[in-house]
């Protein structure tokens, strides 16, 4: 089903997203914001669930519904489709973020500039310990995300959890 918020901004709801999975006792709740814009992304999407799903690493909580949205940054590109997904795991954060270059990694993510087109981001947007929002700021990862704020694309699907 779609919903259009405005002239550029689509809702997508689909068998995936938004959906309500599990409860978990693992060590840290990870907000995740996903996003793309190469190749059949409802099918990139559905399969990464599946993915998440079958890692006995995680535990898959919810997903938001999936937004489509104009590019920033670079702007002669598709428009993106962006969602949210919450997991709980007890790897470390910087295994975590290990963990989501390697999913990016398994649908042929290409970092050939800033703001470049993608089949798959995974950003991870907060990670909360003992109901406590962590603040990491190293060399490869900041959390919560440097900009999540001003992004839409996080934003909107954000306010569905």
Request: aromatic share 10%.
């Amino acid at each position: 089903m779609k919903k259009e918020i405005s002239k550029s901004l689509d809702l997508y709801f689909t068998s995936n997203f938004p959906k309500i999975y599990f409860k978990s006792n693992k060590k840290y709740k990870v907000t995740l914001g996903i996003g793309g814009n190469i190749g059949n992304l409802k099918r990139i999407f559905d399969s990464l669930i599946l993915m998440l799903k079958n890692d006995s690493r995680l535990v898959l909580l919810k997903t938001s519904p999936l937004l489509k949205n104009p590019p920033f940054g670079f702007l002669d590109q598709d428009d993106f489709l962006n969602g949210i997904i919450e997991i709980k795991t007890n790897l470390s954060p910087s295994e975590i973020l290990k963990l989501c270059w390697h999913y990016e990694n398994r649908f042929g993510r290409k970092r050939s500039f800033k703001d470049a087109p993608r089949t798959l981001d995974i950003d991870i947007i907060f990670i909360e310990q003992k109901n406590k929002n962590l603040k990491l700021n190293t060399k490869n990862l900041t959390v919560p995300h440097i900009d999540y704020k001003n992004r839409q694309s996080v934003l909107i699907p954000l306010s569905y959890l």
